[in-house]
């Protein structure tokens, strides 16, 4: 697992989802935002709690905890 200073698991907070430390904001959010297409900048802008590093960790972890998960996809055509 990478170091993980800016993402918190605590059961009692978003159901246990991992958060940007300090606030209610789950990574798989930050995520979704930065998948949508939104800039780090705006993301910034709309959620002034936030810094970049932040973005840049929840990505990390993102990468991380699905890199060890494998989904079947059945083969197309034939």
Do not use: H, N
Not at 15 to 21: A, C, F, N, S, Y
Not at 39 to 50: D, F, G, Q, S, V
């Amino acid at each position: 697992m990478p170091m993980l200073d800016r993402t918190a698991i605590d059961p009692a907070v978003c159901l246990g989802q991992p958060t940007v430390r300090g606030t209610r904001i789950t990574v798989p959010f930050v995520v979704k935002l930065v998948a949508s297409g939104m800039t780090r900048a705006e993301i910034l802008a709309a959620y002034p709690e936030l810094e970049d590093g932040d973005i840049v960790q929840a990505l990390k972890y993102a990468a991380w905890a699905s890199s060890d998960r494998a989904i079947p996809v059945p083969p197309t055509g034939a």
